[in-house]
């Protein structure tokens, strides 16, 4: 019963494809995400296909899923330029390395025994039983 189910909803969603502009347009999953109006839909059960970004939107989610196009959150250089920006390099005049001076290192060092106290704990494993971080 579930099969039939499943496979009128297949046949609805390929239907309502057909009346789709991007999935008349493009067959193409690379001539699709060069459309900013589409969507590329991969799916296991139906075909993979481009649907207009409203149409992909009301596409089940168990059976497909679709890419989504985000806008460029950076600014091309002209339009940050417009806005003040400077452009300045990224670079200081003077190198951080050469401000570094040498600096003399111990030999030995543990934070077991500095200057005679000890900062070590023991180790309590809080990744298991699963590493979050």
Known sequence: RSM?????????LLAAAQEDACHTAHSAKVDCQ????CSWC??????????????????????FTCSARRA????????AEM??????????????HELLGDVE????????????????TMSRNQHIPQYCG
């Open 4 to 12: 039939k189910l499943f496979k009128a909803a297949a046949f609805g």
């Open 34 to 37: 060069a459309d900013t109006k």
């Open 42 to 63: 991969d799916a296991s059960a139906v075909p993979s296909a481009c649907y207009t970004k409203e149409d992909a939107a009301k596409l089940p989610s168990a059976v």
């Open 72 to 79: 460029s959150e950076l600014l091309p250089r002209e339009e």
């Open 83 to 96: 806005l003040g920006v400077v452009w300045r390099g990224n670079a200081s005049e003077q190198s951080s």
């Open 105 to 120: 290192m111990p030999s030995e060092f543990t934070w077991c025994d500095k200057d005679g106290k000890n900062y070590c």
